[in-house]
């Protein structure tokens, strides 16, 4: 009841308060504060990774350090202060950058980056500046002097002759431009006395090389026993384990493993040896001093017959089928073929280009082809003394070249990187062998089988081929662990074809296992100097002849 009687209305007297309505301020979003010193020293720091500011601010305030503790981690600013003032990130274009420094190289003077008045206007050499007038080789001075005059217009009337039209086409007075410059007549006809003399001076030691300095050397006794047999004849005496028939089976093969006898061959380095085909009782060797010799392998062990005729260093020999002749390739820019037994000269063959490697067909022996620098293959005819064919799809020189299928094809690799199969007589490529992954391939070696080609890599790998109807590359054969990249090291299988060898870039000899293509053998074959051609012999099982750069040629059994 008590709350009841609390619970009343007011008293009647009391004034009734109206609620008035609230005053309006008006808000100021952007209130201008007093920016004091102490003000910014206390609060205002800038936050990291902060990249905006929506006030300006001093360069002293700027500057200060980032709020935070400073990561050590994190690399110092470099010092700009240097001993020749202070150094400053500008912004220039390449081309005036480049253009400046080439005419202060090579005139002296450049423009002054500096943008003071008061200094000069070019730094470097004044007087070549005055005598230039501040042109280099990108500026014309004809449109920076001030001083000439056009020419001109002349007469509308008169096309031609004097005061003819030119109008707005008119040039400068004192220009050169049309005006003919060069060697005057007198000069010319010198140039063209003198090399007329040399070149008449070159065609008299060409001849004079080809006519008198094709010469030979017998070195031994007699070049013919009491018999009339000359040392193409194989050994009359026998030799163990040796038939010089040619017509037993193929002994088993194995690695060599000791030298047996050193020649010193040539007084520079030796390019390539062959042994003679079939029998095996000579060598034949080339040399950088641009002498072809043979030797004899199982008699005396001595120089046999020395060929005189190339002016530079021959690259490679090979010999015919039967041995009785041989091509030797020079870098005198010929190919001659020569007799085995009497070193005559028989017939010599020049395009007027560079010749790398020379090949004979083995079923038609009057016909061989030669690989140029000219990145052509040329095919030439021993019968009739001429060229006969030109095979010309090659982008780089060729480097060798192969026959198989019993010469009616014959595979050619070149420093484009590429290998070419092509049909003999047709200079149409049958195969083209190009992938990105490919190195230049300066060697090639048929397998004794005549399915497979083994091919030296420049990637310190030898690649091999399959010859067949389908010219294809046999993948699970790779033989590698050798290094003869940059080196034209020669390959060689035994006569059973078992093994592979080649030579390599530290003077070692590598014996390869044809089967699993694991290394068999390794060795130092010639010391501080690249083996460049290994060989095994035709007639003995284990027997492999090497040469090198270093001018030796050793015999290995």
């Not at 001429?386 to 019993?406: C, M, P, R």
């Not at 690249?530 to 040469?547: F, L, Q, R, Y």
């Amino acid at each position: 009841m008590d709350l009841v009687e609390g619970y009343g209305s007011s008293d009647g007297d009391e004034e009734i308060q109206i609620p008035t309505e609230p005053k309006k301020f008006k808000v100021q979003s952007a209130p201008e504060v007093g920016l004091e010193e102490k003000y910014l020293e206390n609060k205002l720091y800038l936050a990291p990774g902060q990249q905006t500011m929506s006030i300006n601010l001093t360069h002293e305030v700027l500057s200060q350090p980032v709020l935070g503790p400073e990561n050590r981690n994190k690399k110092r600013r470099e010092n700009q202060n240097v001993f020749t003032g202070v150094v400053e990130e500008q912004g220039i274009s390449e081309f005036d950058f480049r253009a400046q420094e080439r005419s202060f190289r090579s005139l002296g003077f450049a423009l002054n980056p500096s943008d003071s008045v008061e200094e000069a206007k070019y730094v470097g050499n004044q007087e070549q500046v005055e005598r230039l007038k501040g042109n280099n080789f990108l500026t014309n001075t004809i449109k920076n002097n001030v001083d000439l005059k056009r020419k001109a217009k002349g007469d509308p009337s008169i096309v031609e002759g004097e005061n003819a039209y030119l109008g707005p086409w008119a040039g400068y007075e004192g220009e050169k431009l049309g005006v003919q410059t060069g060697p005057t007549d007198e000069e010319k006809a010198a140039y063209i006395a003198r090399n007329a003399t040399k070149e008449l001076g070159e065609a008299e030691t060409s001849k004079k090389l080809r006519e008198n300095e094709e010469t030979t050397t017998f070195h031994g006794k007699n070049e013919r026993d009491y018999m009339g047999r000359s040392y193409m004849h194989p050994p009359v005496t026998e030799v163990e384990h040796v038939n010089f028939s040619g017509q037993s089976e193929v002994q088993q093969c194995f690695a060599p493993k000791k030298c047996i006898h050193q020649f010193s061959a040539h007084g520079k380095g030796v390019s390539a040896i062959r042994f003679l085909p079939k029998t095996g009782h000579l060598l034949l060797s080339s040399g950088m001093e641009g002498k072809v010799k043979i030797w004899d392998v199982y008699g005396s062990h001595s120089l046999l017959r020395t060929f005189h005729g190339h002016t530079k260093a021959v690259r490679d020999v090979t010999f015919n089928n039967d041995g009785t002749r041989f091509l030797s390739t020079s870098y005198d820019k010929y190919v001659k073929l020569w007799d085995t037994e009497t070193g005559q000269c028989l017939n010599r063959f020049s395009s007027g280009k560079v010749p790398y490697v020379s090949r004979l067909n083995p079923s038609e022996q009057n016909l061989f082809i030669t690989g140029q620098a000219d990145k052509k293959i040329i095919q030439y005819d021993i019968r009739t003394k001429e060229k006969v064919l030109e095979y010309s799809e090659h982008l780089g020189a060729i480097s060798t070249l192969a026959f198989v299928d019993n010469g009616r094809r014959f595979v050619s690799t070149s420093d484009d990187k590429t290998m070419r199969v092509w049909e003999f007589g047709l200079p149409v490529v049958i195969k083209l062998i190009a992938d990105p992954s490919m190195h230049a391939i300066p060697a090639i070696a048929l397998h004794p089988s005549n399915k497979f080609i083994a091919c030296q890599s420049l990637d310190n790998q030898v690649l091999v081929w399959g010859v067949g109807d389908r010219f294809k590359q046999n993948r699970k054969k790779v033989f590698t662990g050798h290094l003869s990249a940059g080196y034209a090291c020669q390959l060689s299988f035994s006569p059973d074809g078992s093994y592979l060898t080649s030579g390599d870039a530290d003077g070692k000899l590598w014996v390869w296992d044809w089967k699993t293509c694991k290394v068999v053998k390794r060795f130092i074959a010639h010391k501080n100097a690249v083996t460049i051609d290994a060989e095994w012999s035709p007639v003995e099982a284990s027997k492999v002849a090497t040469c090198s750069w270093d001018g030796t040629i050793k015999f290995w059994d």
